[in-house]
């Protein structure tokens, strides 16, 4: 197996280095054990040979027009935006999703935000009220940032 894979290696390297010979006609021999060998000339006792000609350009390297390079150019920038747009949307859903998360985590009262009352019970304090209007107020917030974002706004 090793020396399939050098010998292979060998006829890319022979073919990488003689460029005017990659237009010559290239043979594949399937020798009567199932080897498969390769070379410019049919190999002798083969089972079965299949010749190709690699085409080659005359011209060489084909530019494109100026025309079809502006199509490119306008396609790749519309491609862009549409990305720019759809991390801006992705981002914006997860801004909402951080700012949901931290309401569900902020409605439990910090020490501090609870008092007692003469009855025994007990009470939020103004802190726990603000906290709680602030955390709802980034919910809306991102809430409208993500309909601005959907809207194309």
């Known amino acids: 197996m ?24 290239l043979y594949k021999s399937t020798m009567p054990d199932g080897r498969v060998v390769y070379g410019d000339k049919p190999a002798p006792g083969a089972a079965k040979v299949e010749s190709s000609t690699p085409k080659t350009s005359k011209s060489g390297v084909v530019t494109s027009t100026p025309r079809e390079a502006a199509a490119v150019r306008q396609m790749t920038r519309e491609r862009q935006a549409r990305e720019a747009a759809q991390d801006r949307l992705r981002m914006a859903e997860i801004a909402l999703h951080d700012a949901e998360v931290a309401q569900g985590m902020g409605k439990e009262p910090q020490p501090g935000e609870r008092i007692g009352t003469v009855g025994g019970g007990q009470r939020f304090t103004d802190a726990y009220w603000e906290r709680q209007k602030r955390l709802e107020n980034a919910v809306a917030q991102a809430r409208r940032y993500l309909d601005r974002v959907r809207s194309g706004k």
């Open 2 to 25: 090793l020396t399939r894979v050098a010998f292979f290696g060998a006829l890319l390297a022979v073919a990488l280095a003689f460029q005017p010979a990659a237009a010559q006609t």
